[in-house]
């Protein structure tokens, strides 16, 4: 059984950062396509944060783009968001999710979700 389990959120003031990590358990998959979503404070949606596949494509989202940072060690099956500079509208529940890429490729949809990480930014 898949699971994937996120850590590393907190509270930081604007300007600081945070290491997001996610742990992939259970995974016997031979390529995988992972992605990190936010949910705002109030907002039942998620906002896509960035995205990543074993295949080496990586994309970002939004206000991510030159701040954020996704990376992935295989070999610990853990996945991570490195967060710099961040700011208020950064608050939310972090989420990381994730698919067989061939799923992903004609579903357009991630399969396993974790329960989220909170962040708080304050100014």
């Known amino acids: 059984q898949v699971q994937l389990m996120e850590s590393g959120g907190g509270s930081v003031q604007s300007g600081g950062s945070l290491r997001l990590s996610c742990v992939v358990s259970?995974?016997?998959?031979?390529?995988?396509?992972m992605g990190w979503y936010r949910q705002d404070p109030g907002k039942e949606g998620l906002q896509g944060v960035a995205?990543?596949?074993?295949?080496?494509?990586?994309t970002y989202e939004g206000s991510a783009k030159g701040r954020f940072t996704v990376s992935h060690d295989k070999a610990l099956n853990t996945s991570y968001l490195d967060m710099k500079n961040l700011n208020p509208s950064d608050t939310g529940m972090y989420y990381c999710?994730?698919?067989?890429?061939?799923?992903?490729?004609?579903?357009?949809?991630?399969?396993?979700w974790g329960q989220g990480t909170q962040v708080t930014v304050s100014s």
């Open positions: 995205h990543l596949t074993s295949m080496g494509a990586i």
């Open positions: 999710a994730a698919a067989s890429c061939w799923v992903m490729i004609r579903e357009q949809r991630y399969t396993f």
């Open positions: 259970g995974w016997n998959e031979s390529t995988y396509c």
